[in-house]
């Protein structure tokens, strides 16, 4: 594994080019992570640190990148999974899609599925109607698709937005998606799969078991 002193300044690098210019914000390997945390990393806001457990160390690069972006997001939107956290997360994968990552892109989409801890409404019906007006609209903005879709359910755009500050990053998603597999009917049934596996393909999290299900896998 390349030295995490660099994957660190690379993912910062890369992906909160503006955040900490001046490098306040260090990562670290510990044998025993501060306070009671007894996960793979912690984040130490008195220290300005990402302690990162000793005994961690992966031979795949993009899985420590996973975790410093994990933890990076957590400094940036707080320390629970929440919409905030899971915002900044999902932009990421985004982003390292769009970068031609894919191999990082796809752990950040299991990631944030198993991590997530969200309270919203079903996303399924949202999904569905976004897939049907990208169906008809394949080179339709993201704007306009998502006020499609609020239309469908009866609110505004901008009120579909507040319920659902990820539905931008859901469209981009499944926008890939039915580029890369074809305008085919969904395989997407109210959030619902066999629960036996941690991703589906990447793409959205399961409401129900709260997975990683794509649109349209296979």
Not at 132 to 139: F, I, S
Not at 175 to 193: M, N, R, S, T
Request: hydrophobic content about 40%; proline content about 4%; overall charge negative.
């Amino acid at each position: 594994m390349t030295n995490i002193l660099l994957l660190f300044a690379e993912v910062k690098e890369t992906f909160f080019p503006d955040w900490d210019p001046t490098n306040l914000w260090k990562v670290q390997l510990k044998s025993q992570l501060s306070d009671w945390y007894l996960g793979n990393a912690y984040v130490n806001r008195t220290t300005k640190t990402i302690e990162i457990d000793e005994l961690f160390t992966p031979q795949d690069d993009d899985l420590m990148r996973c975790l410093l972006l994990h933890q990076l997001c957590h400094v940036i939107g707080g320390d629970e999974h929440g919409r905030k956290w899971a915002a900044s997360f999902l932009q990421v994968a985004r982003l390292a899609d769009l970068r031609g990552q894919k191999s990082l892109a796809d752990l950040i989409w299991a990631d944030a599925g198993a991590s997530w801890d969200t309270k919203e409404p079903n996303i399924n019906p949202i999904l569905q109607n976004m897939q049907a007006a990208l169906a008809e609209r394949p080179d339709e903005t993201a704007a306009n698709i998502i006020d499609a879709a609020a239309r469908a359910m009866g609110i505004s755009g901008l009120d579909l937005l507040i319920k659902h500050p990820l539905v931008e990053t859901y469209f981009y998603s499944l926008k890939q998606a039915l580029a890369e597999k074809g305008q085919g009917a969904a395989d997407w049934q109210d959030g619902k799969c066999s629960g036996e596996q941690t991703t589906h393909g990447g793409g959205f999290a399961c409401a129900d078991c709260r997975c990683v299900r794509h649109p349209l896998a296979d």
